[in-house]
């Protein structure tokens, strides 16, 4: 073999040794995420298959290891304080990964069909009721967003799309709308970092969107 083909494939495999070396989180873990307060949140991911995983958080800097299984699978459990933020999380199996703005605070599954999945915009003739006005003045850095977005499969899902938004007049205004007030009022009312995570599909026919 020549020498170019020789450092062609070595090229080749030594990148997609990297790429299959890198940690791979599901997107439920990210920046701007939400972690439950005082509690043992677990965190769970994908690497290199019997290697070893190191956690580090930045609030108490503590470090936090497992080992992946011959699959690549690995979890861990992080001890979380009280509410508060932002910290960061780092986590490595060699390449590190920072997560970066996370906050400790209430995480709340909202869930349902129609009255859930109907965002703060509303819908053609389906307005909400003071939603211009609420979504004007929505910049709060303690409540974060995140959506499910809607797939149809007939197996088990072990990860699905979607990101963790600040909350925002753009990121608010196709959010939950019942999620949302909700979420303002346990901040108001906690005065704790707020994460909400909105999984809703209306019945078919019921909503624009279906």
Known sequence: ???????????????????????????????HMVLQQQSDAAIWGDATPSKKVTVITSWDKKSYDAKSDSDGHWRVKLKTPAAGGPFQIIISDGLPINLSDVMIGEVWICSGQSNMQMPMRGYFNQPILGSNETVAQVRNPNIRLFTVERTKSLNFASDFTGDWLECSPENVIDFSAAAYYFGRMINQALDVPIGLICSSWAVPGSSPDQ
């Open 1 to 31: 073999m020549k020498t170019k083909q020789l450092t062609t494939l070595f090229i080749f495999l030594f990148s997609a040794y990297w790429l299959k070396a890198e940690i791979r989180l599901p997107a439920i873990f990210g920046d």
